[in-house]
């Protein structure tokens, strides 16, 4: 039997109640996961607004005729008001079906994703404990790796007079790095690490202890250096290359699994990288065989 036209009002409004409030969710939610296109979810927002469209012609049409036996003409268009109803309904299912299957994926993106920073946390604390314990680094032994951290805090600078702030140590740290000298790059880093005030100066200091231990090819030290300094500034520019530093050394170490955990958390943290991390990042994805 054909529903009534008031009938048919309130099932639509029924079903555009649930439906409305979501989306805008949806939105958001697919604007930040990145999984699924925020295109989709406007797409539904399309469909509920032509079934708001004619929700409100249905209301606003006045009551449909009393049905007249002798009257084929109203018999059949009662019959296509029915059919009509049907089908909107079937769309408002068919739109709650998606709307579940697409938090559904939401939601497995957004486990995967506290997945993989829980992993990469887990890996980095891991050969933190190993790295004060007297675990080496993946190009030293451990007495090796100890004498050279030993000989770091006590050996006096490469210049003729040691720095006295960060900022001289900084400096002369800088310049032996790109000398190749890396023992004495690390030196000054670690009387940089020490003495930093401010954040930047902490977060460089950090950066350059890790690429000076990263130089000397203790890379599982340089991977928790690295780590150290993303965390000390998570949100700056050399964040991202903080990040990438983690991979690298890690990759040097032969982990492409945390290696392509540390990018993944690079590609979530930092989704528009400069171009020179972007281009990095894609060279150790694909040493690494990353999905």
Known sequence: MALSRPLRAVMLGTALSVLCPVLP???????????????????????????????????????????????SRGSSSSGADGNMTAQLLERVAALEEQNRQMRGELDQLSNAQKETQANLSKQIS????????????????????????KAAETAPASSDEAPKTALEALKAGNAALKAGKYEDAETNARFAVKTAKSASGKMDSQFLLAQSLAGQKQYRESAVAYYDA??????????????????ASLLAMGDKNSA???LDKLKTEFPTPTPRVKSAAATFRGRAACH
């Open 230 to 247: 993303y965390n000390k500034a998570p949100k700056t520019p050399k964040a991202q290359d903080s990040l990438l530093g983690v991979a």
């Open 25 to 71: 969710v949806m939105a958001q939610d697919a604007s930040d996961g990145g999984g699924i296109s925020s295109r989709e979810a406007i797409a539904l927002q399309d469909e509920i607004a032509s079934l708001r469209q004619q929700l409100s012609q249905i209301q606003n049409s006045g009551p449909l005729p009393a049905p007249s036996s002798s009257s």
């Open 126 to 149: 891991d050969m933190q404990f190993a790295s004060q314990n007297g675990g080496g680094g993946g190009g030293a032994s451990a007495p090796a790796a100890a004498a050279t951290s």
């Open 260 to 262: 392509c955990q540390a």
